[in-house]
Nanobody
């Protein structure tokens, strides 16, 4: 059974920083892409950043230049370093991973439970 467990959320003042972590555990072959999504109250869940196994990254325009996504493949962990936080960044942040679950490279998408980030003005 596979689990994704996020940590690092909390309350921070505008301009501050947080680092989110997501650890994948369980029986898997490997992990393809990983990413972070967020959902604010009354809004649709949106992509924040994602990263391939080889290290290629994509960012939402709203966080580009402030957030950095990275991963440690040996630890099955993805990170999101968030700097210069704004009140508009307040949301539940969810870790996502595309798991390789077969020798034919079939993928299964798995989500974490989420961690809350609150940025005060």
């Amino acid at each position: 059974q596979v689990q994704l467990v996020e940590s690092g959320g909390g309350l921070v003042q505008a301009g501050g920083s947080l680092r989110l972590s997501c650890v994948v555990s369980g029986s898997i072959f490997s992990i393809a892409a990983m990413g972070w999504y967020r959902q604010a109250p009354g809004k649709q869940r949106e992509l924040v950043a994602n990263i391939t196994r080889g290290g290629s990254t994509n960012y939402a325009d709203s966080v580009k230049g402030r957030f950095t996504i990275s991963r440690d493949n040996a630890k099955n962990t993805v990170y999101l370093q968030m700097n210069s936080l704004k009140p508009e960044d307040t949301a539940a942040y969810y870790c996502n991973a595309d798991l390789v679950v077969s020798i034919s490279y079939r993928l299964r998408e798995v989500w974490g439970q989420g961690t809350l980030v609150t940025v005060s003005s």
